[in-house]
């Protein structure tokens, strides 16, 4: 990135931070953002020093984007808080803020040290739990989807064959829509979160001060006192190995860690969706004739009730609730659909 783009980058900065703080209910929180925004055009300053430093000609007066003015006015319509993705995204610094360790919440405490703070981070994360959520929910869209479409064919007509290639381009359509949308959402996330970790690498090399101070203000509205804000900031930032991964985090909103891989996602989406999706097809498949419908329908009501009582696991609701609620859903979708076959049913 060029002293130049780095100068505009900061400005507008300075330009969101003054929206932020002007819409922030919070006066603490809008104490930060106003803070923020001097550290930013300090920074620029920098910048600016630099590039005129290597003969360039100071830069015109800053004028915010057209993208810098949609987020503006999305923030005045919607509030920070809701606009935290976005604004983390043109790096905008403090969005951690609004994360649910907040230092009031019950059981979860601001972090008082450099090593309680990396012993969390270390901790935190989607991991195994995350991966599973993502199974579940994407099998029940492969099974609610493809359910529905296969009734709602069989309403139509009594052909198996029909109904059988019907299921498997319902089964291959949704599979590959649902990985090229996890791939493309997740390269551009991917690239995002890459280039903001390189500035802030950048950043950080160059002037390990001013994002020293900048992270203590972060600590400072999370609760720390100035001094010991400070003085966490300072440690953190004497050690640049963990410094950028705790910047990221703080800052950006961003685990270096977990970026993930737009491949691996993608094929767990069309596997995932795939497996819910062939539950109702297998009848079909595998030949079972005038009961595929009746099996079909037994299967899916099953793999229902089973994947709501799953979903209970991260709701913390009652299994049996749960089951019958996805079971109910799911239910009238697939009845709505055969209803529709019927209707409009091959003559």
């Not at 809701?82 to 403090?94: E, I, N, P, Q, S």
């Not at 498997?168 to 599979?175: D, K, M, Q, R």
């Not at 640049?240 to 703080?250: F, G, K, M, T």
Request: aromatic fraction near 6%.
């Amino acid at each position: 990135m060029s002293a130049l783009d780095s100068w505009t980058q900061e400005k507008e900065s300075v330009f969101l931070y003054g929206i932020l703080a002007a819409t922030e209910p919070s006066p603490e929180r809008r104490a930060l953002f106003q803070k923020l925004a001097g550290e930013a055009e300090a920074q620029a300053a920098i910048w600016e020093a630099e590039l005129k430093r290597g003969g360039a000609e100071a830069p015109a007066p800053y004028v915010p984007t057209a993208r810098a003015r949609v987020v503006a006015r999305l923030v005045r319509r919607f509030g920070p808080e809701r606009m935290r993705g976005v604004l983390a995204a043109m790096k905008v610094r403090g969005m951690s803020i609004y994360s649910q360790e907040k230092s009031d919440h019950p059981g979860h405490p601001m972090p008082r040290s450099v090593e309680e703070i990396g012993r969390r981070h270390r901790g935190a994360g989607g991991g195994q739990g995350g991966n599973l959520r993502a199974a579940v929910f994407g099998a029940n869209d492969g099974l609610v989807s493809n359910a529905s479409l296969i009734l709602g064919v069989a309403g139509a007509t009594a052909d198996n064959h029909v109904i059988l290639v019907s299921g498997i381009a319902g089964l291959l359509a949704g599979a590959f829509s649902m990985a090229a949308g996890e791939y493309v959402s997740m390269r551009s996330q991917r690239e995002m979160f890459e280039r903001q970790i390189a500035a802030e690498r950048d950043e950080l090399a160059r002037y390990p001060a001013e994002e020293a101070a900048e992270l203590a203000l972060i600590y400072q509205a999370r609760g720390l006192t100035k001094d010991d804000a400070e003085r966490v900031a300072r440690s953190i930032t004497a050690n640049p190995e963990n410094a950028l991964d705790v910047l990221a985090r703080e800052e950006l909103g961003v685990d270096p860690g977990e970026l993930g891989s737009p491949a691996a996602a993608a094929l767990f989406s069309f596997l995932s969706f795939a497996g819910g999706a062939l539950i109702p097809l297998a009848p079909f498949a595998l030949g079972a004739g005038g009961k595929s419908i009746p099996i079909a329908i037994a299967l899916a009501g099953a793999a229902l009730f089973a994947i709501g009582a799953t979903i209970s696991l991260f709701t913390g609701r009652s299994a049996l609730r749960g089951g019958l609620r996805m079971l109910l859903l799911g239910g009238a979708a697939a009845a709505t659909t055969f209803g529709i076959g019927k209707l409009l049913g091959v003559k």
